[in-house]
């Protein structure tokens, strides 16, 4: 279904321009090649009808039917996560991929619950993660966030306790952000009201997200900005649905988290050239481009840029574009920013007389 060519010159351009992920769940770069090792260095004992072999992991991935066909085998893999150094391990390698990627600075999602509720301490978790972070600060010049979920098929009141249990990292900013994910129908936003206010009140400067409008419609993107208070939406594909809501997002400037090829995999859509991204444009709706669960949807933050440019074939000015935006969306200090907007300009003037 490729329609324009993505030829040497633009493929570097697109791996050196500066890249904002805002949407990449930590789990879901657990690759089968490290979660079989892992399920081994831990004792964990896979279910009995779950593939033998990272050959055959990969080829179940390529047919998911929906959100929780591919949830089901999510919240497997966390099983073989045990210790703070196996949290340590996967986020490494995404950052380690993120950086060659051309990735600048990252705001990654972690499921607590997943964990928790196995009987692994929240610490274990955060601690792993944070080490990661810092190590992809200090060597690959990355920033990063951390974006603590609540899995939205458990009762609010779990997510309370979980909220609980890491007021400390709310408290000290390492944990940046609040969002909400896993199975979106029959889970709207308003179930969630008390779990947003609470941690507003723990930290005032806390930022909040969810994701909205994937499965569900653009309802529950309305909800999610109303009822939630969230300043920025995950995934938002169907905001589509709403002229006036696509206004309003766009009057707010309320950056929708776009993930391309995990909507293909998860059959939101058949193929990436159907997500309005034109559309988005036009209205001054901002988003970025994000990989979401890249162990497996078959792509990382490179290979999405690289999809949707053989799907519209947008010229150097339009990627700068898209680049900014995702810098104006990050929740990063101003002079982080101006850095960053500076990094993509330089990209764009090298690549100009070439492309
Ligand atoms: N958890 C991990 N990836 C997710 C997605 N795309 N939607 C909802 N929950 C998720
Ligand atoms: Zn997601």
Same mark, same amino acid.
């Given at each position: 279904?490729?329609?324009?060519?993505?030829?040497?010159?633009?493929?570097?351009?697109?791996?050196?321009?500066?890249?904002?992920?805002?949407?990449?769940?930590?789990?879901?770069?657990?690759?089968?090649?490290? $979660?079989?090792?892992?399920? @081994?260095?831990?004792?964990?004992? +896979?279910?009995? #009808?779950?593939?033998?072999? /990272?050959? =055959?992991? !990969?080829?179940?991935?390529?047919?998911?039917?929906?959100?929780?066909?591919?949830?089901?085998?999510?919240?497997?893999?966390?099983?073989?996560?045990?210790?703070?150094?196996?949290?340590?391990?996967?986020?490494?390698?995404?950052?380690?991929?993120?950086?060659?990627?051309?990735?600048?600075?990252?705001?990654?999602?972690?499921?607590?619950?997943?964990?928790?509720?196995?009987?692994?301490?929240?610490?274990?978790?955060?601690?792993?993660?944070?080490?990661?972070?810092?190590?992809?600060?200090?060597?690959?010049?990355?920033?990063?966030?951390?974006?603590?979920?609540?899995?939205?098929?458990?009762?609010?009141?779990?997510?309370?306790?979980?909220?609980?249990?890491?007021?400390?990292?709310?408290?000290?900013?390492?944990?940046?952000?609040?969002? $909400?994910?896993?199975?979106? @129908?029959?889970?709207?936003?308003? +179930?969630?009201? #008390?779990?947003?206010?609470? /941690?507003? =009140?723990? !930290?005032?400067?806390?930022?909040?997200?969810?994701?909205?409008?994937?499965?569900?419609?653009?309802?529950?993107?309305?909800?999610?900005?109303?009822?939630?208070?969230?300043?920025?939406?995950?995934?938002?594909?169907?905001?589509?649905?709403?002229?006036?809501?696509?206004?309003?997002?766009?009057?707010?400037?309320?950056?929708?988290?776009?993930?391309?090829?995990?909507?293909?995999?998860?059959?939101?859509?058949?193929?990436?050239?159907?997500?309005?991204?034109?559309?988005?444009?036009?209205?001054?709706?901002?988003?970025?481009?994000?990989?979401?669960?890249?162990?497996?949807?078959?792509?990382?933050?490179?290979?999405?840029?690289?999809?949707?440019?053989?799907?519209?074939?947008?010229?150097?000015?339009?990627?700068?574009?898209?680049?900014?935006?995702?810098?104006?969306?990050?929740?990063?200090?101003?002079?982080?920013?101006?850095?960053?907007?500076?990094?993509?300009? =330089?990209?764009?003037?090298?690549?100009?007389?070439?492309?």
């Amino acid at each position: 279904m490729a329609k324009y060519e993505c030829n040497h010159h633009m493929k570097q351009f697109l791996n050196e321009l500066p890249k904002c992920e805002h949407h990449l769940h930590l789990e879901g770069t657990l690759e089968p090649n490290l $979660l079989f090792p892992l399920a @081994k260095r831990n004792n964990i004992k +896979l279910p009995s #009808n779950f593939p033998k072999t /990272v050959e =055959e992991l !990969n080829e179940r991935y390529k047919q998911f039917k929906d959100l929780q066909d591919f949830l089901d085998y999510y919240y497997i893999g966390c099983n073989v996560l045990i210790n703070e150094e196996d949290f340590f391990d996967l986020a490494w390698a995404y950052f380690t991929k993120a950086h060659q990627d051309g990735t600048w600075h990252s705001e990654t999602f972690f499921d607590p619950q997943s964990h928790t509720e196995r009987g692994i301490k929240i610490e274990t978790v955060v601690n792993g993660f944070k080490r990661a972070s810092l190590k992809a600060q200090q060597e690959y010049g990355m920033s990063t966030n951390l974006i603590m979920c609540l899995l939205r098929h458990l009762p609010s009141n779990d997510g309370l306790k979980t909220i609980d249990s890491a007021t400390e990292f709310l408290k000290d900013g390492s944990i940046k952000a609040l969002g $909400l994910d896993s199975a979106e @129908k029959p889970f709207p936003p308003e +179930l969630f009201i #008390n779990c947003y206010s609470k /941690v507003k =009140e723990i !930290n005032p400067d806390l930022e909040l997200t969810a994701h909205a409008g994937e499965e569900g419609d653009s309802n529950y993107v309305i909800t999610a900005l109303d009822e939630l208070k969230v300043t920025r939406i995950d995934h938002g594909v169907n905001s589509i649905q709403d002229p006036k809501l696509m206004e309003r997002l766009a009057s707010e400037k309320t950056m929708l988290t776009i993930c391309p090829l995990s909507n293909v995999k998860l059959n939101v859509v058949k193929d990436v050239s159907e997500i309005p991204l034109n559309e988005f444009l036009d209205a001054q709706v901002p988003f970025s481009l994000n990989s979401d669960d890249p162990a497996y949807f078959g792509g990382y933050i490179l290979d999405n840029y690289i999809t949707v440019h053989t799907r519209f074939g947008w010229s150097l000015e339009t990627w700068v574009k898209v680049a900014k935006n995702g810098v104006e969306g990050s929740w990063i200090s101003k002079e982080r920013k101006i850095e960053i907007n500076n990094a993509i300009d =330089e990209t764009y003037n090298k690549f100009k007389p070439l492309v």
